[in-house]
């Protein structure tokens, strides 16, 4: 293990090399990142890296998001198949369709979406700066949120907005249940129940806090409570063990697992590493296009 570990921290060094890591990583590819954190924060840390590669260790729109931001730099993704399911819910020629149904709708896009979905839209949101970015749209303006319907129908409770959602989903967060919630709170009444906005809405509704996983990591951080029951994918059980020696955190359920989240590995980070590969590039069109809606999300935090 340390083996690997001093070879990609050398190659790293020689090739100018960053590596971020989404709070879901398996553990080991969390503990060597340089920084661990949530869609917006690893979007921010690209936007200023002063790196010549970024090793983004996460699923593939993280790295295309990435990409765009930093049109300079190398973008590697350690395994080219971590993609996310949710960002193929939504396909352009849909997308325009629904766009001719409501030609006055903002178009609000989760990042968890293609590059060139991204360039079709006029905002972007990450699951922490959602209700941000909504609220920044002038009140009379009708609002297609795209993909997530869970999310969007999280933000449109917290903003009072009228959103049409689309059909998309997140296929590991909707494996959580209302039954998981009624178990687990009986397992651990004086728990605390935290969870992400991709969970199904009663999930969400019956939560005592909902927030990115950035915001999660925050939350148990900063309250009182000892045992926290995390709704959202189990990766990020590492971080919060780690930071937090003297608390307990349990799974909402076991099966929230991604296994696209997983995909990368210490072995791949050093073949990205020693191969330049496989790296993560977008069509200048798209980018160009892509970007509006991008460096709107990243300028409300
Ligand atoms: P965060 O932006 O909260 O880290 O979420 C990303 C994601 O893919 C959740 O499933
Ligand atoms: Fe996509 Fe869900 Fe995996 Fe996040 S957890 S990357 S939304 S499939």
């Known amino acids: ?11 790293k060094e020689e090739r100018g090399a960053v590596i971020l890591a989404h709070n879901y990583q398996r553990s080991e590819v ?5 920084f661990t954190g949530d869609s917006l924060g690893l979007s921010l840390e690209a ?37 996310c399911p949710m960002a193929n819910m939504v396909t352009i020629r849909e997308l ?7 030609p006055d709708a903002v ?6 979406s293609t590059a060139a979905i991204k360039a079709e839209s006029d905002y ?12 920044s749209i002038p009140p ?31 296929p590991t967060h909707h494996r959580m249940r209302s039954e998981d ?9 004086d728990a605390k129940l935290v969870v992400h906005p991709e969970c199904v809405t009663e999930v969400v509704s019956a939560a005592d806090k909902v927030a990115s996983t950035t915001g999660i990591m925050e939350y148990c951080r900063e309250t009182q409570a000892k045992k926290f029951i995390v709704g959202t994918e189990i990766g990020i059980l590492h971080r919060l063990r780690k930071e937090n020696p003297g608390k307990e955190f349990y799974s909402l359920s076991e099966h929230a697992d991604c296994p696209n989240m997983k995909l990368n590995s210490l072995e791949k980070i050093l073949w990205s590493l020693e191969d330049m590969a496989p790296a993560v590039t977008v069509p200048p069109d798209i980018a160009r296009a892509a970007a509006r809606a991008i460096k709107r999300m990243l300028a409300i935090v």
């Not at 293990?1 to 190659?11: G, P, S, V, W, Y």
């Not at 969390?30 to 340089?34: L, M, S, V």
């Not at 178009?107 to 968890?112: E, R």
């Not at 972007?124 to 609220?135: E, G, Q, R």
Request: charged share 25%.
């Open 107 to 112: 178009i609000v896009t989760y990042v968890n």
């Open 47 to 83: 936007a200023k890296t002063g790196a010549k590669v970024i090793v983004f260790c996460g699923v593939h729109f993280m790295a295309e998001t990435a990409a765009i931001i930093c049109p300079d730099k190398t973008v590697l993704l350690p395994d080219e198949h971590a993609g």
């Open 140 to 170: 009379d303006r009708e609002i297609l949120f795209v993909p997530d319907q869970s999310l969007g129908a999280y933000v449109a409770s917290r903003t009072g907005r009228k959103i049409i959602l689309w059909h998309g989903y997140c």
């Open 1 to 11: 293990m340390n083996d690997i570990l001093d070879k990609i921290r050398k190659l």
């Open 96 to 102: 325009r369709e629904k766009k001719k149904e409501h």
């Open 124 to 135: 972007c949101c990450t699951s922490s700066n959602a209700v941000k970015v909504v609220n």
């Open 181 to 189: 919630v009624i178990r687990m709170r009986g397992l651990y009444p």
């Open 30 to 34: 969390q503990d060597i990142a340089d």
